[in-house]
């Protein structure tokens, strides 16, 4: 499933997403980031994601397994979409 994640879904997923982008940077993937990007820079590049979202600025969108609770759990591998301009207003 594919759903966008709210402020308070993308700071408690911060690890996990932490973890996915580093491991995309340590596949070659071309990100935006280089090899020495640090699991904390990557914690709080995400924590300042979170922050847009809830601010209405930027839409962030997951792909994995939504239990009964709503939460999200990333699968490694799973597509990860971010919406990376400004959204109209």
Do not use: N
């Not at 966008?4 to 911060?14: F, G, N, P, T």
């Not at 940077?25 to 990100?31: E, F, K, N, P």
């Not at 239990?67 to 979409?81: E, F, I, K």
């Amino acid at each position: 499933m594919i759903r966008a994640l709210s402020a308070d879904e993308a700071v408690a997923s911060a690890g996990k997403l932490a973890d996915f982008l580093l491991d995309c940077i340590a596949g070659g993937a071309s990100v935006s980031f280089m090899l020495d990007f640090s699991r904390a820079e990557a914690m709080a590049y995400w924590r300042s994601i979170a922050t847009e979202v809830g601010a209405g600025r930027r839409v962030l969108f997951a792909a994995g397994d939504v239990d009964v609770r709503r939460h999200v759990d990333l699968l490694q591998g799973a597509a990860l979409s971010l919406a990376r301009s400004s959204l109209p207003t």
